[in-house]
């Protein structure tokens, strides 16, 4: 008897978790996605503990090993131990699946594969699947279907992700390998090296696992830029692949989304070289020692390496204070939306550009390329910069507060925390603990993103049946 009730008991448990799982995952992807993340970081923690994942077969302190499941899932890149020295073979896979996983989002590897295991996608799955690839679903609320993705078109959208993440990869492994193995490295060594460095650019991570990380191949232009292409393509994000994939060059059948990630995104590389060419030219430790040629180049990788990729050639410790602010600006930024970028995203920064030329040309719609952008989508982009403005403020003073050290120093390693970027200053590897748990918990609502964040905390909140009397403040 007491084992039948023991039994009974436990399958009264199991029957609660399970209609709480699925609760979870159905009412809100959201709420599912942080889930989802949470567990992958805790088992990615875990497996970095272990002896067998150091060097020297020793167990890696708590804040080490969380911090640096968290930059991987997160696919940040930002670390406070030597990755090249630190992790053994064992570690280094884990990371290496932790990017991959991390890098196509959750909802979408989930979907994904359900779609390998049951040939097709149910209704429940393709809106998982769609609040990965589009924010505004998971923010609740009716979304027209005159957008980026249709409901209808989400499988063809998650074919278009697992072939396009596969192919992207081992194009720039295949490129890499012969580049590394003629630069002098064991062709063995190569033989990991070059798809792990592939993994770390499409998925803007921009981990290095050799000594000296890209220092070898400062001169390197093809390695370098290898390494921009993958980190462009990867920062582009899924549903514009899938876009190009479907119009290719047909640039008037390219949706909205489509054309402002690609304008926006050129015009940011394209700004963010000429600045870095500005502020660093005569900078002797950085471009200052460099011909107009290296220095042209190197600007050009620069821009592209602060909006998401992490690589860096040069010292970013010995930047100018005005090129850290800069470069905090465009990695506030970051790539495309349901990218393997992190940052405010560059949509949110073209949709506020077009709300202010709308304004001051007193037009009584936001309008581009003949469609009008709704004042919800306006709504959602402000907020993510209100809050990813507000998250990255209280992270730069709670560490400013703790460590002491320099402002602009902490600020920019804070906003490269936040957009998932993995540049620093030196300032991460020297955080106390304390310190390193706060940029870990900047890292994860980054990746995350502030949207996300804000539909799974309103998910239960109540529709309003009525409206308020109106009246204007006075604004300005």
Known sequence: MPRT??????????????????????????????????????????????????????????????????????????STVDMATHWSGFGRAVIFVGVNVGGLG???????????????????????????TNPMRAHGGPVNESQTVRLGEVGALLRTVAISAFTIEAVLMVLLYPAFVV??????????????????????????????????????????????????????????????ARQRWHVRRWSLHAKLTMITTVLLFVAGAAV???????????????????????????????????FSVVDVGSMNGSSLLAGSMLMFVGGGSASTAGGIKVTTLAVLALAV???????????????RIPSDVQRVALSVVAWGATVVAISTIAICQITKYDVVDVLFDVVSAFGTVGLSTGVTERLPDAATYILAATIFMGRVGTVTLAA?????????????????????
């Not at 996608?121 to 769609?130: F, P």
């Not at 980190?231 to 876009?243: A, D, E, K, N, R």
């Not at 002797?284 to 020692?289: E, N």
């Not at 799974?456 to 300005?476: D, F, K, N």
């Open 276 to 310: 870095f060419l500005l502020l660093e030219y005569d900078n002797p430790k950085t471009f200052g020692s460099m011909d107009a040629g290296d220095t042209t180049f190197q600007a050009f990788f620069m821009s592209a390496m602060t909006r998401s990729g992490g």
């Open 357 to 371: 030329i709308s304004e001051a040309k007193g037009r009584p719609s936001v309008q581009a390329f003949g469609r």
């Open 106 to 132: 959750v909802l979408t590897l989930a979907s994904v594969m359900g779609l390998v295991i049951s040939k097709r996608l149910g209704l429940r799955a393709k809106l998982i699947a769609a609040g990965d």
């Open 456 to 476: 799974a905390v309103a998910a239960t909140s109540r529709t309003q049946l009525y409206s308020l009397p109106v009246e204007r403040p006075i604004v300005g």
């Open 5 to 78: 009730h023991a039994a009974r008991s436990f399958s009264a448990v199991a029957r609660r978790t399970i209609r709480l799982g699925k609760t979870v995952t159905t009412s809100s992807p959201s709420r599912f996605a942080i889930v989802v993340f949470s567990a992958l970081i805790l088992i990615t923690t875990a497996l970095l503990s272990l002896p067998i994942a150091t060097a020297d077969r020793r167990v890696t302190p708590l804040a080490d090993a969380l911090f640096t499941a968290m930059s991987t899932i997160c696919v940040t890149g930002l």
């Open 183 to 244: 630069a002098g490295a064991d062709p063995l060594t190569a033989l990991w090296e070059a798809p792990f460095y592939a993994a770390m650019a499409f998925t803007n991570t921009g981990f290095t696992p050799n000594p000296g990380g890209l220092t070898p191949f400062a001169s390197n232009y093809y390695v370098l830029t290898v390494l921009m292409l993958g980190v462009f393509l990867g920062s582009l994000g899924f549903p514009v692949i899938y876009t190009l």
